[in-house]
C-alpha cells in the first residue's frame, strides 16, 4: 500500500524539512494513524503526481510516500490529501497548523487607543520593525467610529459624504486592498502579522471561529470563499484584508457583534449614478450582529476566547496573557507619530484614489469633471440655450483645476469665480446654474 499525504500549503513541507525531530514525530503520528500498518518508509519530494529531489516548478503539492513491505491481498493504493478540515480530525497531533504553530511563539496585543489612525499606524510599525521569523503577533483593536476604505479604493464611490460629515465621522485609508468597511465600538478589528512564509488567512479565520464556537456551541458561524466570516450561513459579520511584503505578512479582518447597522447602511449609501471609476468596489452584503444571536457576546469576551484560542495554536512570548498597548506611545514605538500623520493626511486619504469621472445633469444641462488624486484635472459644461456663456465657461473650467474635490473647496472656488465675474444678470444666472450643478457632484 502506498500512502500518499500532501499539505496545501508550502510551509507545512518547508517546516518539515527544516526541522529533522519534528520530521520524525510526523512520522510517528503516520505509524499510529495506520495503527502501524507502514512498515517501511520512503520520504520524496512530489510536485502533482511527479516525485523530484527538488523543488520544480509545475503543481504544488508536498508529497511523502509510505510503502507497506507486504502489500494488502486487493493491493490497493491508497491517496490521503490532508486538507486543513481533514487534518484536524485525523492528524491532529501534527498535520494541522494549530500543531506547526506551537513550535512557534505568539503574543496578542490589545490596543487601548480607539483612533483609527493610530491604530493602522501600529500595524504600519510592526510591518516595519519587527522580526517575525519565529513569533506571530495577534492585535486586537477597536475604533470610534469611522469608515475605512481599502488602499485602491476610491471614496468618493463608496461612502457618503454628505452624511460623514454630518455625523462627523473619520474617513480613513488603510494600507491593504480590500472593500470599505465601517468601524465602532460594536466591531472588534483582528490583526494576525507573520512571516510570510507562515501567512495563511484561512487558518487565522479558522482560529476565530473555532474561539467563537468553542465557547458559543449554538453559534453558527462558517468562512466562506471569498475569506468572509457568515453567520447562519448567509450574514456577514467579518471581512477580510490583507498586505503581503518579501519577509512580513498581515491579515485583518472586521467582527461584528454589536455594531450600529443603521448607521453603517446610511454611511455606506452612495449615489453610483454618472460615476466613471476603474478603483476596486466592494461587493455588498447583509450583515448581521452575533449579538442578534447571543447577546452575551460583546468586546471583552470576544477579545478573551479569541486571545485564548490563538495561544493554543503558539508557545506564549512570556505570559499567555493579553497585553494592552498604547500606539500612540513614541517612546516605546518610535517613529508612530509620523506614520500616523501620513495616515491621516489628505494627500493619503484622498490623494491616493485613482482616477475618476462622474456627470451630473440632463439634456439641457450637464457637467463632467475628471478627478485625478483627488483634485479637479478638467471641468466640462454642455448647455442647451442661446445665451453665449463660452467664454465664461472657459474660464470657470481653468478657475476649477487643481481645486481639491471638497465640498468646501469647491463650494469657495464657484463663489469667487461668481463673485468676480462681470456678466448681465441672465448670464450670471445661468452661470450660478453651472456652478450649482459642479457642487451637486459631491452629493
Given amino acids: 500500500m502506498i500512502l500518499k499525504i500532501s499539505f496545501q500549503n508550502k510551509c507545512y513541507w518547508n517546516f518539515l524539512r527544516s526541522k529533522s525531530q ?27 503526481s511527479k516525485a523530484s529531489p527538488k523543488y520544480g516548478t509545475g503543481g504544488c503539492s ?38 506547526l504553530s506551537q513550535n512557534f511563539k505568539g503574543v496578542v496585543y490589545h490596543s487601548s487607543s480607539r483612533d483609527i489612525f493610530y491604530n493602522l499606524a501600529f500595524e504600519d510599525w510592526v510591518y516595519k520593525n519587527l522580526n517575525l521569523d519565529s513569533c506571530d503577533v495577534l492585535m486586537l483593536w477597536c475604533n470610534d467610529p469611522c469608515v475605512v476604505v481599502g488602499r485602491h479604493q476610491n471614496p ?37 502579522f507573520t512571516s510570510r512564509e507562515r501567512y495563511n488567512r484561512k487558518n487565522n479565520l479558522n482560529t476565530i471561529i473555532s474561539a467563537v464556537t468553542n465557547k458559543w456551541p449554538d453559534v453558527d458561524v462558517s468562512a466562506t470563499s471569498r475569506d468572509d466570516i457568515i453567520l447562519n450561513k448567509n450574514y456577514k459579520i467579518s471581512g477580510t484584508a490583507s498586505k503581503l511584503g518579501r519577509k512580513i505578512a498581515y491579515h485583518h479582518c472586521t467582527l461584528l457583534h454589536s455594531c450600529d447597522k443603521s448607521q453603517l447602511i446610511d454611511l455606506l449609501d452612495v449615489n453610483l449614478d454618472g460615476i466613471t471609476n476603474k478603483a476596486t468596489r466592494s461587493v455588498p452584503s447583509v450583515v448581521k450582529n452575533l449579538q442578534d444571536v447571543n447577546i452575551n457576546i460583546n468586546h471583552g469576551t470576544l477579545v478573551n476566547v479569541i486571545a485564548e484560542q490563538f495561544y493554543k495554536e503558539h508557545l506564549a512570548l512570556g505570559e499567555a496573557k493579553i497585553y494592552d498597548i498604547d500606539p500612540s506611545d513614541e517612546k516605546t514605538w518610535p517613529g508612530i507619530h509620523g506614520l500616523k500623520e501620513e495616515l491621516e493626511s489628505w494627500s493619503w486619504v484622498y490623494g491616493k484614489t485613482p482616477p475618476f469621472s462622474i456627470q451630473r445633469g440632463d439634456d439641457t444641462l450637464s457637467v463632467l469633471l475628471h478627478i485625478n488624486r483627488g483634485i479637479i484635472d478638467g471641468v466640462i459644461v454642455r448647455i442647451l440655450s442661446d445665451d453665449i456663456l463660452i467664454d465664461s465657461l472657459q474660464q470657470l473650467s481653468a478657475s476649477l483645476k487643481g481645486v481639491p474635490f471638497t465640498r468646501d473647496d469647491l463650494k469657495s472656488a464657484c463663489n469667487v469665480f461668481l463673485h468676480a465675474a462681470v456678466l448681465e444678470d441672465k448670464k450670471k444666472l445661468k452661470l450660478a446654474q453651472v456652478c450649482s450643478l459642479i457642487q451637486e457632484a459631491l452629493s
Fill in 22 to 48: 519534528v520530521l520524525m514525530k510526523f512520522l510517528q503520528t503516520v505509524q499510529t494513524l495506520t495503527l502501524g500498518s507502514i512498515l517501511r518508509i520512503q520520504p520524496t519530494v512530489g510536485y502533482g
Fill in 62 to 99: 508536498r508529497c511523502f510516500s509510505f510503502t507497506k513491505a507486504k502489500p494488502l491481498a486487493n493491493r490497493n493504493r491508497l491517496c490521503l490529501e490532508v486538507t486543513l478540515a481533514e487534518a484536524s480530525q485525523h492528524v491532529t497531533k501534527f498535520a494541522t497548523w494549530s500543531a
Fill in 156 to 192: 468618493w464611490a463608496e461612502c457618503n459624504h454628505k452624511h460623514l460629515k454630518e455625523s462627523r465621522v473619520a474617513l480613513a485609508r488603510r494600507r491593504s486592498g480590500g472593500g470599505t468597511v465601517y468601524h465602532d465600538g460594536g466591531n472588534l478589528n483582528c490583526t494576525f
